[in-house]
């Protein structure tokens, strides 16, 4: 791209993006109620003495050896205890639960089904896994379909590791957390996938038993705001305007369906970052905390929100993410053992040709380097 071209670009995109009128919140859910934005809506965090606990919850995944039929995946789930800034150690739990999947097609029905089965590696960790009759889906189910092409099979394989997720989420909340302390899922409180609210529901209600709050934080926000700016870059610029120089959080939103239960804040965890995040509390929950309550829930997050290699954002999901994460190292690793198996049992000719059909792009990659 050149200069000149670059200038065109940055000045279209001045002229398209009129930032005058932040607007209000966007939902295009009628299951959501928006609260209007305006400069007085920003409230601080009150630092306050809180003895609440903090479990961050975070998953992976990586496809090892694949095909448009079949899709062998490693994951990972991983959870770590935190008062504050201090690692807090497990009780009885194991921190990380990893497995391995297998997703295949079947035809049954007169339609195309993908179904899973679990793998894991280390004896008495069954408990922590989803159950596999919830990992059955047809190809044509709208919450697994892109647009309107048939599921893809990589994308319904990672449904394991999310409901895995939740699995462990539970556990942690039944074996490690105590009255009063905060479990935070990476990511947003709302189901996507069909019998995910049934896990979901679960946490809920074993969370509701032991008096743990459920909580979720978003990286990212795809969020608009009805005169079509990104949502949080709007709260942003109004803390600008108000000159905020402390650690805030506004109230967005409450949804009250069924698959998405929460209130829906903006918060800012460190005075020092650029950032600001998306973060849901299950909405029956938040509507029982006080002011000072939700004080002594947002103060640990701000205390494990001082990181210098990303201040804002809480280490503990940071941790999560990292322990979380699938390697490609890894993944060519046990890539390498599968294969290896393959041939030695003599199945490669079997599986090969439909690994090829879907595998150009690895093959163009590996060539332009």
Known sequence: MSIEVAKKVIESLDQSLKDDDVGNPHFGDPNVKPFPLNPEGFRRVQPVKSPRKIAC???????????????????????????????????????????????FSTFRNGEIHYDTRLFPPLSGEDR?????????????????????????????????????????????????????????????????????????????????????????????????????????????KLASQRKIEVEWYYPIAESISKDHNVVILVVKLNSASERIYRFEVQRDQFKSLSELQLNEILTPFVKNSTDTTFPGYPYGLIDADRFARVSYDEVEHYRAILLSQMASMGKWEKFSRHIRAGDAHSVLNMLIG
């Open 57 to 103: 919850i975070d998953g992976g995944n990586q496809e090892v050896v694949g095909a448009p039929n079949f899709s062998i995946q490693v994951n990972r789930v991983y959870f770590g205890m935190w008062n504050g800034s201090t690692r807090i150690l497990e009780k009885s739990l194991p921190r990380r639960v990893e497995f391995f999947s297998l997703t």
């Open 128 to 236: 922590l896994l989803p159950d596999e009759n919830d990992l059955s889906f047809s190809s044509t189910d709208r919450t697994v379909t892109l647009g309107r092409q048939r599921a893809d099979i990589e994308r319904v394989a990672s449904i394991s590791r999310r409901f895995s997720e939740l699995t462990l989420a539970k556990h942690v909340v039944e074996n490690e957390l105590s009255k009063d302390d905060v479990l935070v899922l990476d990511g947003t409180l709302q189901t996507a996938f069909t019998n995910e609210s049934k896990y979901l529901e679960e946490l809920y209600l074993t969370a509701g038993e032991k008096g743990v709050i459920v909580t979720g934080l978003s990286k990212t926000s795809a969020l608009f705001t009805d005169t079509g700016l990104s949502l949080l870059g709007a709260v942003d």
